[in-house]
């Protein structure tokens, strides 16, 4: 089954305690995402990626960091989590067609910074 | 930079009716737009996706049209369900970032 999966699903943590958020896709997708959902703002972009050792920031990099070693693999790095960071985060994935480009969401990790 | 908004923020129809979820957006250079049903505390799930050069797509009941000059979308909803209620978010690719309107939560009443 074609999925993109993140873990942990829920977290808890308190500020400080540095933490990785995985994501995973199966479909040889090139290009990967981080988003996080805040109510009142939407989804807004963290970091992308267009394909293997390829990152960029989106709008709200600041305190994150990616990697992207392989294909399938996309983590998401607070190195110093805050609160400001609590957060529902996505993780997506797509292939990159020109302009035919329909992305793949994964079920989302609810992050909480005490 | 591109901003994206959707009015209105929620809605409530009786079931059976059509319905009509606007999306604007402010910077016309996009390679396509997309339309995504979120459910409470899932994933979004793609509905719809429009490239730059088309004016609509269709899907069952749902038809997305894509005015790109003026920088709005539409989703219309034929004969809405219950089983409709959910947040829709629209999305326009720029190449290389997606930018997300805030969404209009939707409930059709029985």
């Known amino acids: 089954e074609a999925q993109v999966t993140q873990n942990p699903r829920y977290l808890i943590t308190v500020t400080g305690k540095k933490l990785t958020v995985t994501c995973s896709q199966n479909?040889?997708?090139?290009?990967m995402s981080w988003y996080r959902q805040d109510p009142g703002l939407g989804l807004r972009q963290i970091y992308y990626s267009m394909n293997v050792e390829v990152t960029d920031k989106g709008d709200v990099p600041e305190g994150y960091k990616v990697s992207r070693k392989e294909k399938r693999n996309f983590p998401l790095i607070l190195e110093s989590p805050s609160p400001n960071q609590t957060s529902l985060y996505f993780c997506a994935s797509s292939f990159r067609q020109g302009a035919i480009d329909t992305q793949y969401f994964g079920p989302g990790t609810r992050l909480t910074v005490l | 930079k591109q901003e994206v908004t959707q009015i209105p923020a929620a809605l409530s129809v009786p079931e059976g009716e059509n319905l009509v979820l606007n999306c604007s957006f402010t910077d016309s250079a996009i390679y396509n737009l997309q339309w995504f049903r979120q459910d409470p505390g899932k994933g979004l799930t793609s509905l719809l996706l429009i490239q730059s050069s088309q004016r609509e797509q269709t899907s069952g009941r749902l038809n997305a049209s894509l005015d790109k000059s003026s920088g709005r979308s539409t989703l219309y909803i034929a004969a809405s369900q219950p089983g409709d209620s959910a947040t829709y978010l629209c999305a326009v690719d720029t190449g290389n970032q997606f930018y997300f309107g805030t969404g209009t939560s939707l409930t059709v009443i029985p």
């Open positions: 479909m040889n997708h090139e290009y």
